[in-house]
Each structure stands twice: as structure tokens, then as C-alpha cells.
């Protein structure tokens, strides 16, 4: 389970913020905070794995904040989560580390592609004290985002993003074509071209289940 602390001063933002965390297996929502020394403070007591952090702060910025924290030692992941769309705020956000950057207002399926690219870094950086070259390519290009003229002709991004939030959103689940069909209220033969894909690029693995009569059903489950 992973820890994830909201910095955000707007009540409305840092609740849809949250509901999106707690929509997310394996990530369990802390509390939110807009206060440096009490930010400084959960996280000396707790184990905090990610900090969902916006820019405009009442007192200090959260580009400052996050200078802040590294100058201190931490090395907590980041993501941004602002209105702030300035190259310089964006170059910035990630030389301190910033795992993604979401510009203000953003669906589910972008919030969950970053909580993914979040994922995926934390477990590679993780699982051992001494990283393989093989994993650190894997983990570059694992984290880099699916862009629309990478994608084969009649897919589209939108449907894809919607189809990788679902199986994000419930990560370790196995899905079969007809149930996420039904999540999505996509058809199932337009599924099953993207879970072709997506086995395609290493994102989903599917698994055979083999019934008394006729052709095996696939299951798939999402590559953490």
C-alpha cells in the first residue's frame, strides 16, 4: 500500500484529488495539507510514498516547497497537480523530480497515467539496492506517455485512456473482454483491438482460461 499526501489549498480540487486516490488499489490517502512545517512534520511520523502537489499555495510556492524537501533530504515521489502551465514551472518541476505534471483540470484517466508512470519508477527504484541497465531502460521506456501518432491506425488515444485508467484504477484484477465492456461501455470487439495492442507493447499479459466446450476465453491483467 502507498501512501499519498494531498497539497492543495483548494477544497474542492483536494477532494476530486482525493476521490481519484481512493479510486486507486494499493494507494491509501493520508490527509491533506497546505503547511510546510506540518507537511515536514507527517513526514517524519509517516511513511508518505507520494505527494500530490499544486503550485499556487497561499504562503510559499509549491515549486518552492518542493526545493524545500529535496534541500531537507527528501526524496519522496511528486506529482503536480496545478494550473500552472509555464515551460519554466514545467522545466523546473521535473529537475527536482517530479515523477509527471497535470495542468488543471484533467479527467481520471490522466490522473491515473501518472499514478501508472509513479508506479512503475517506484517499483523498479524499489526492488533492489543495485539497479540492472536493463531495468533502468525498461523503466525509461515503461514511463514514457503513449502519444496518438505512435498509435496504430483506427485506435484512438482517448478510448486507450480510458481502457488503461480502468485497469489501473483495480491493479492485480483479471479482466476479461466482456467485463471491461461493461465497465467501459465499450464494445467488445473494439477491446479486444486494444488489449491486442496493449499485449502488444508489454502493458497487459492475457492469460487463457480454458471451459468444458468451444474456444478458451482470455483474461488480462495490467504490467505494473
Known sequence: MRNVLIVEDDPMVALINKNYVKLIKNLNYVG?????????????????????????????????????????????????????????????????GAVDYLVKPFEFERFSEAINKYLIKSNVLNEDDVIAQEKIDNLSSCTNTIHSEELPKGLQKKTLD???????????????????????????????????????????????????????EYKYVFCE
Open 32 to 96: 491533506c495539507s497546505i503547511e510546510e512545517d506540518e507537511i515536514i512534520e507527517i513526514l517524519k511520523k509517516k511513511n508518505i510514498d507520494l505527494i500530490i502537489l499544486d503550485v499556487y499555495l497561499p504562503k510559499k510556492n509549491g515549486l518552492e516547497l518542493l526545493k524545500s524537501l529535496r534541500n531537507k533530504g527528501y526524496l519522496v515521489d511528486v506529482i503536480m497537480v496545478t494550473a500552472a502551465n509555464k515551460a519554466d514551472d514545467i522545466k523546473t518541476a521535473f529537475a527536482y
Open 162 to 216: 480510458k481502457i488503461l485508467g480502468i485497469l489501473n484504477s483495480l491493479q492485480g484484477e483479471i479482466w476479461t473482454i466482456s467485463e471491461l465492456s461493461s465497465k467501459s461501455g465499450i464494445s467488445n470487439v473494439t477491446i479486444k483491438k486494444y488489449m491486442d495492442y496493449l499485449e502488444n507493447i508489454k502493458k497487459v499479459e492475457s492469460r487463457p482460461v480454458y471451459g468444458n466446450i468451444g474456444r478458451p
